[in-house]
C-alpha cells in the first residue's frame, strides 16, 4: 500500500469527523487553513512519542492512538482553550494494514471524543514515533497560563491522581482484578479534562494537566510564578481502587507518578467562594500558595527537580520525567 492510499484510506476519515468550523482547508492540499475566529487567540502544542520511550514496544495501536491524542489535548485543557484541530506526523517501521486499522480508529475515537478534527500530517518511513500537534481557541487574552499564582490562592487538583502511575505495574497481567482493570483504563485512556479547563478561564490564577507528577509539575506553577506552596498530603485525592491496591503507599503514587492528566490549578480564595457546586464537585483543595518559595508537604520541604543539580540528585526528590536527566 503505497503513501498516499494508506493516508486516503485510514486518516481521511478522521478528518470529516466534526471538529471545529474554524477549519477551512484539512489534508489534501500543501498546508491546511485554520481561520482564527475574531476575538480569539490560537494555542497549539506538539508533543513527541517514541515507542519503547513514552509507550512499550508493542503497545495496542488502538491504546496509542488514544492515548497520543489525548496526551497532546491535556496541554489544550491547562489552557482553558477550547479544541479545534491537529496534525499528525507518522513516522512506521512499515504499512501493517491491522496496526494500521487499530491506531486510526483509536486516534479516531479520541479525536470525536474530544472535538478535535485532524487537519493534515505526514507520513514517513522509520523507527516507530508519532508527533501529533494540536489547535485550540480562546477569547482574546484569557488563556490560563503557569504564571499567575499568587500567594493565598488555594491549589485544586481535579479527579483522582496515581491511578495511571500505578496501571505500570499491571501492564502484563494476564486477567486483570477489578481494581487492577480500572487503573489501567486510567493509563490506556486518559481523558483531557477539556471542559474543566475551559470552565476554569476568568477563575484559575495559573493550571498546568498533571503528567509527569503533581509535584513535578505544581513545581513548574511554582517556579513560573515566583511563589512557593503547601500542600497537605491527605488531601491528595486518591481513588478507591488505588488505595486498596496500593494501601499506604497509593498517596506516594499520587504525588509523584504521571499520565494521569488531571488538571492543577490556582484559585483565590474569593473566586472559590464564588464557584459553581459543579466545578467544586470537579475539584480537590489540596494546599495554599504561600510567598516564601519552594514546595513543602506536610511542613517538610520538597526538594524539585528543577532545584537540584544532577550530581545532588537523591532518591527523595520529586519525581517526574525528564528526558535529560541521567538516573542515578
Ligand atoms: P507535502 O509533500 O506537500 O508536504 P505530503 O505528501 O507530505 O505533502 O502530504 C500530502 C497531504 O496529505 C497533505 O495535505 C498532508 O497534510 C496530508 N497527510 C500526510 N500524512 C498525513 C497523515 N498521517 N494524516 C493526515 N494527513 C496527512
Ligand atoms: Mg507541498
Not at 11 to 23: D, I, N
Not at 296 to 306: E, K, Y
Amino acid at each position: 500500500m503505497g503513501e498516499f492510499e494508506l493516508i486516503r484510506q485510514y486518516f481521511m476519515p478522521l478528518a470529516r469527523l466534526h471538529g471545529s468550523p474554524s477549519v477551512i482547508v484539512g489534508p489534501g492540499d500543501d498546508c491546511a487553513i485554520q481561520r482564527i475566529p475574531a476575538g480569539f487567540d490560537l494555542v497549539f502544542s506538539i508533543d513527541t512519542l517514541v515507542e519503547g520511550v513514552h509507550f512499550p514496544f508493542h503497545y495496542r495501536p488502538d491504546y496509542l492512538g488514544w492515548r497520543a491524542l489525548a496526551a497532546a489535548a491535556s496541554d489544550l485543557a491547562a489552557m482553558g482553550a477550547d479544541p479545534a484541530c491537529f496534525t499528525l506526523a507518522l513516522t512506521l517501521p512499515e504499512a501493517n494494514e491491522s496496526w494500521l486499522r487499530d491506531f486510526s480508529a483509536g486516534l479516531g475515537k479520541a479525536a470525536e471524543s474530544f472535538g478535535l478534527v485532524l487537519a493534515g500530517g505526514d507520513t514517513t518511513r522509520g523507527p516507530l514515533a508519532l508527533s501529533l500537534q494540536v489547535h485550540g481557541l480562546v477569547p482574546h487574552g484569557e488563556a490560563i497560563r503557569r504564571s499567575g499564582a499568587i500567594p493565598g490562592d488555594l491549589i485544586v487538583v481535579s479527579g483522582t491522581l496515581g491511578d495511571a502511575g500505578a496501571a505500570l505495574d499491571y501492564l502484563d497481567v494476564q486477567s486483570a482484578s477489578a481494581d487492577e482493570a480500572f487503573v489501567l483504563s486510567r493509563y490506556h485512556y486518559p481523558r483531557p479534562k477539556l471542559t474543566l479547563g475551559a470552565a476554569l478561564r476568568n477563575i484559575a490564577t495559573a493550571a498546568i494537566d498533571v503528567s509527569d507528577g503533581l509535584l513535578a509539575d505544581l513545581g513548574h506553577i511554582l517556579e513560573a510564578s515566583s511563589v512557593g506552596a503547601s500542600v497537605e498530603r491527605t488531601r491528595v485525592p486518591v481513588s478507591a481502587a488505588l488505595t486498596r491496591l496500593k494501601g499506604r503507599k497509593a498517596r506516594d503514587y499520587a504525588l509523584n507518578s504521571g499520565d494521569d492528566y488531571e488538571l492543577c490549578a490556582t484559585i483565590s480564595e474569593a473566586k472559590w467562594a464564588e464557584a459553581t457546586v459543579s466545578l467544586k464537585q470537579q475539584l480537590t483543595v489540596i494546599g495554599v500558595v504561600e510567598p516564601a518559595r519552594g514546595l513543602r508537604l506536610d511542613g517538610a520541604a520538597v526538594v524539585l527537580n528543577s532545584e537540584v543539580s544532577e550530581s545532588e540528585m537523591s532518591g527523595s526528590n520529586a519525581g517526574g520525567f525528564d528526558h535529560f536527566r541521567r538516573k542515578s
